[in-house]
């Protein structure tokens, strides 16, 4: 079964851009698409990226996606306040009888 | 606009069953290549997804609790639900319902706001 592994936390100062991990412990993870959450504090989910590097309607072009094997990347630049929030990876596990996996997700701190 | 609410008991005894139901308005539960689904955040740790359906009846579980875990949809009321039968203290958690729209995971569509279940006698 896969598990997707963040850092537990990330910071930046306004302005600057910001970095998130996501690492797979399995290579059925490199056969499937990555998509990315933002939770504000006392919120629902929201769809930052889909399908590894696509941005739903609204998504600022500040926000990108990466992924390269079993791991893949969340970057947000021109970091601003409204971007403190924790930050989830997700992917189909196709292993077994496939299940939906979130990552361990990461705190973002604006300083 | 789409939205969707969350509805059920704030609590529920261990061994028992949970029940929610997410009443979805706005658009029709029916409508083509719309999923729903349940995902689940316990107090201060991350989401599991917990189950999709679509409007057809076709189910899609997560394998860790597929064993506990029913979800339906009642095309007549706009709704769907789910069940966690035998449920324990690690079933405490804020259920989200959530809209996906092309296949059963991909959230593109609105979330509810959430209820907190707890599991407690």
Redesign the interface.
């Known amino acids: 079964q896969s598990v997707l592994t963040q850092p537990p936390s990330a910071s930046g100062t306004p302005g600057q851009k910001v970095t998130i991990s996501c690492s797979a412990n399995t290579s059925n993870f490199g056969r499937n698409y990555v998509y990315w959450f933002q939770q504000l504090p006392g919120t629902a989910p929201k769809l930052l990226i889909f399908r590894n590097n696509q941005r739903p309607t609204g998504v600022p072009d500040r926000v990108s996606g990466s992924k390269s094997g079993t791991s893949a990347s969340l970057a947000i630049s021109g970091l601003r306040s409204e971007d403190e929030a924790d930050y989830y990876c997700a992917a189909w596990d196709d292993s077994l009888s496939g299940n939906y996996v979130f990552g361990t997700g990461t705190k973002v701190t604006v300083l | 606009q789409l939205q969707l609410q969350e509805s059920g008991p704030g609590q529920v005894k261990p061994s028992e069953t949970l029940s929610l139901t997410c009443t979805v308005s706005g658009d029709s539960i029916s409508r083509n290549n719309y999923y729903w689904g349940w ?1 689940r955040q316990p107090p201060g740790k ?4 917990i189950a999709s359906i679509y409007s057809s009846g076709s189910t ?1 579980y ?3 609790l ?1 064993s506990r875990v029913t979800i339906s949809v009642d095309t007549s009321k706009n709704q769907f639900s789910l069940k966690v039968t035998s449920v324990t203290a690690a079933d405490t958690a804020v259920y ?1 319902c ?1 809209n996906a729209i092309g296949g059963p ?4 569509g609105p ?4 209820t907190l279940v707890t599991v407690s006698s």
């Open positions: 995902i991350g989401l599991e997804w899609y997560n394998p860790s597929k989200y959530a995971v991909d959230w593109f979330w509810g706001q959430g």
